[in-house]
Nanobody, 123 residues
């Protein structure tokens, strides 16, 4: 059973950086695509980035140039490095598994979800 755990969230000032992690202690993530999503209060959950099992990466326009997704298979962990953070990046961030990155970020394409980690960007 896949049990994703996100970590690395917190409070950061505008312009700052955070690195989020998505890991599973007991199930290899090597063969899954992993997507990162976020949900701000009162808004729908939205996709940010996805990394395929072969390492191919995809980003939505708002993440390009600021966010970097990567995976460390030895640590069974996927990361989302977030730089130049803005107050509008404040949200709960989730990772989820899929068979591949479609680029559409439909929620139904993703099977297993973590519990989320809060990111707050504020001065």
């Amino acid at each position: 059973q896949v049990q994703l755990v996100e970590s690395g969230g917190g409070l950061v000032q505008p312009g700052g950086s955070l690195r989020l992690s998505c890991a599973d202690a007991g199930f290899t993530l090597d063969y899954y695509a992993i997507g990162w999503f976020r949900q701000a209060p009162g808004k729908e959950r939205e996709g940010i980035s996805c990394i395929d099992s072969d390492g191919s990466t995809y980003y939505v326009d708002s993440a390009k140039g600021r966010f970097t997704i990567s995976r460390d298979k030895a640590k069974n962990t996927v990361y989302l490095q977030m730089n130049s953070l803005k107050p509008e990046d404040t949200a709960v961030y989730y990772c989820a598994t899929a068979s591949h990155c479609s680029g559409s970020y439909y929620l139904w394409e993703y099977d297993y979800w973590g519990q989320g980690t809060q990111v707050t960007v504020s001065s």
